[in-house]
């Protein structure tokens, strides 16, 4: 349409897949809050660098100095994406999972953690060993900063404190109060590190302007491929505390003692969590990422996203069976990331339905974030199932949802044949068995 920017060039556009009715149609790929498809601009400067590539930091050849100077450089770009302070450490990892495990073993001795109990597993279950307080699901923004201003007051301790929190839900999709619960943080003097998974691939991250001391996301979510994640701000808990994984390149000085056994003298910076050969052509895709969007324009890019999410909630609005899943209204601010039940359907069957006949790939189940589903749900705790199992029995309330997710890669088409399939499956009801991933046969 005139005046909307156009979708980015992305892998996969031209995939086909068969449908169960016959014929072959393009995968519609609707599932980009577990994995986004890499940008084409992403893959071309990957295979543009990958004949060069060397070992990285000590290799001496040309090549070597090459993969180091753009491993380095990296590291830039991202700290610029992020607009971080100047003494801000960017430290690469695996993923958003690895980058939250890596903080929960650098927290400091007796530092309490403060988490929603709406998190995705990944920020809610690394702090193992830490005194952790779960705060309950707020039903507005408010209502967050407030519940995290009265646990952080209600403290008993001057211990270190650390909160973490989403910027974006990976089940709503709802935007979250980032600033104020900053700002409630710090006038309590504890931390706070934003899980960025799914904020930073829809909207620009300012480290400096939301006042946060980490942020950590995944380049995968971020149309890089899978095996590279960033945490980056603040370098004191991180300098203070042991190497998360022990091994070369984190090591500055290792000697035999006259006892026999080996002292070790560990980097202070990035690289002092950085053991072993790192990821360098994800670290390097995930750094075209960075660039690729902001060339792109957050303008161009969230102005092209409202436009889809804009086509989703008009198109679902008018269909009673469907309920959309929100914490904060159905009517706030989010990306393009929605959950929601169809009345008279089991979530998976209904999922399986869309690839099935109209080759639309969406995620069913509990998302990894089992508390927070149950919540929207109204479910009994005690009796849900696990992540993707298809518990309710038909005409039962269901037990867990459907999540179709979208992002600068999206064409109309795709959120179009989403909706029309919505509503010609929800009008036309379950026709035929569909077999659940487990391969048992349901009728
Ligand atoms: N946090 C959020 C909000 C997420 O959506 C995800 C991924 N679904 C993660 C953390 C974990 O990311 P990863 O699997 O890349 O470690």
Do not use: M
């Amino acid at each position: 349409p005139a005046g909307v920017p156009a979708p980015l060039p992305v892998l996969g556009r031209d995939v086909t897949v068969p449908l169960v009715t016959g014929g072959e149609v393009t995968y519609a790929a609707l599932d980009y809050a577990a994995s986004a498809p890499a940008l084409q601009r992403v893959w071309d400067d990957v295979a543009a660098y990958a004949p060069y590539y060397g070992s990285v930091h000590r290799g001496a050849g040309y090549l070597s100095q090459l993969s180091t100077d753009l491993f380095e450089n990296a590291r830039l770009t991202v700290a610029e994406f992020l607009d971080c302070r100047a003494e801000d450490q960017v430290v690469f990892t695996r993923s958003t999972t690895d980058s939250l495990n890596l903080l929960a073993a650098a927290l400091p001795a007796g530092c309490e953690v403060f988490v929603f109990e709406t998190e995705h597993h990944a920020a809610l279950l690394p702090w193992r060993g830490a005194r952790v307080t779960f705060l309950d699901a707020p039903r507005t923004p408010y209502e967050a900063v407030d519940t995290l201003e009265r646990a952080l007051a209600a403290r008993d301790t001057d211990a270190p404190a650390l909160v973490c929190v989403t910027g974006a839900s990976n089940v709503t999709g709802e935007l979250w109060p980032v600033r104020g619960l900053a700002a409630a943080a710090h006038a309590h003097g504890a931390r706070i590190v934003l899980d960025a998974a799914q904020l930073a691939p829809h909207h620009p991250v300012s480290v400096q302007d939301l006042d946060v001391d980490w942020v950590a996301f995944s380049g995968h979510k971020l149309y890089a491929p899978f095996g590279s994640g960033v945490l980056a701000g603040r370098a004191d808990w991180l300098t203070a505390a042991e190497p998360y994984l022990a091994g070369g390149g984190a090591s500055r000085r290792v000697a035999r003692r006259a006892d026999g056994g080996v002292d070790v003298e560990w980097h202070e910076g990035a690289a002092r969590h950085e053991a072993g050969s790192p990821n360098v052509i994800g670290v390097h895709a995930l750094a075209s990422a960075c660039k690729a969007l902001t060339e792109a324009g957050w303008d161009t890019l969230v102005t092209r996203e409202n436009h889809l999410i804009d086509r989703v909630r008009a198109g679902l609005a008018d269909v009673p069976e469907v309920r959309v899943l929100s914490l904060f209204g159905e009517d706030a601010p989010r990306v393009g990331v929605l959950s929601f039940v169809v009345e008279g359907w089991n979530s998976s069957h209904f999922a399986a339905a869309l690839s099935a006949e109209y080759g639309i790939g969406v995620r069913d189940g509990l998302f990894c974030a089992h508390p927070l589903v149950r919540t929207l749900l109204g479910g009994d705790p005690e009796s849900q199932g696990e992540c993707g199992a298809p518990e309710a029995a038909p005409g039962e309330k269901s037990l867990n949802a459907i999540r179709v997710s979208f992002g600068a890669g999206t064409p109309d088409e795709h959120v179009d044949r989403f909706v029309r399939a919505v509503r010609e499956l929800v009008s036309e009801g379950a026709k035929w068995e569909y077999r659940t991933r487990d391969g048992r046969c349901v009728p």
